[in-house]
């Protein structure tokens, strides 16, 4: 089955300061993998994905993420954080039957002043 | 294009009583998906359809029931609600590509 674990539930950043959270997969393939942005009492809207190619993929509001086969890993970083970047962090995995989505837990990033 | 609603946006329900939840979806989207948040477990699929008329379990079907008799609607029922059912509610569609679209949620309270 595959699962999707993201390091550290909430994360503390200065404004300006680079942002990099976590995130882990587990799967038998290499999945596609999607990072997930949702602002306070809002839905989740897509940041970036990784399908095949590149494994270093570019998103909106400048971040980024590099799929290491290696280390089974998705991470996503920001060179410098903006106060508008303040949110919850969902990274997800695509399984093709039924088209699902598996998340894993969060991470909420705070960015100080 | 509204995207993808949900209605209502809170609610607030005694324990046993039944809601239904509605989701509707202007994109023409087959696949639509029921999600639950909680705090530090993201998002967990409750149920989802692959398209008109069909509906199958998610990871946390137990207490809900679906409905998908029109395309663009997904509703989602709790007949006798329980305080764990306290949660944020989420829809979801997709066309059938990988990338999903997520509605608003929706804040729901059982007492």
């Known amino acids: 089955a595959q699962s999707v674990t993201q390091l550290g539930s909430h994360v503390s950043v200065s404004e300006g300061a680079l942002v990099l959270l976590r995130c882990n997969y587990s799967?038998?393939?290499?999945?596609?993998l999607f990072w997930y942005v949702q602002y306070p009492n809002q839905g989740l809207q897509l940041l970036l994905k990784?399908?095949?190619?590149?494994?270093l993929v570019k998103g909106i509001n400048g971040f980024e993420a590099e799929f290491k086969k290696s280390e089974t890993s998705f991470h996503l970083t920001k060179p410098s954080a903006h106060m508008s970047d303040a949110a919850e962090y969902f990274c997800?995995?695509?399984?093709?039957?039924?088209?699902?989505?598996?998340f894993g837990g969060g991470t909420r990033v705070l960015v100080k002043p | 294009n509204a995207g993808v609603t949900q209605t209502p946006k809170f609610r607030v329900l005694k324990t046993g009583q039944s809601m239904t939840l509605l989701c509707a979806q202007d994109?023409?989207?087959?696949?639509m998906y029921w999600y639950r948040q909680d705090p530090g477990m993201g998002l967990r699929l409750i149920h989802y359809?692959?398209?008109?008329?069909?509906?199958a379990k998610g990871e946390v079907p137990d207490g809900y029931n679906v409905s998908r008799l029109k395309k663009q609607n997904f509703l989602l029922g709790l007949e006798s609600a329980a305080p764990s059912q306290t949660s944020v509610y989420f829809c979801?569609?997709?066309?059938?590509?990988?990338?999903?679209?997520f509605g608003p949620g929706t804040r729901l309270t059982v007492l």
């Open positions: 990784y399908t095949t190619g590149a494994t």
């Open positions: 997800a995995s695509y399984k093709a039957a039924g088209n699902k989505l598996t």
């Open positions: 359809s692959v398209g008109e008329g069909t509906t």
């Open positions: 979801a569609s997709t066309s059938g590509t990988d990338t999903q679209y």
């Open positions: 799967s038998s393939v290499p999945p596609y």
């Open positions: 994109m023409n989207h087959e696949y």
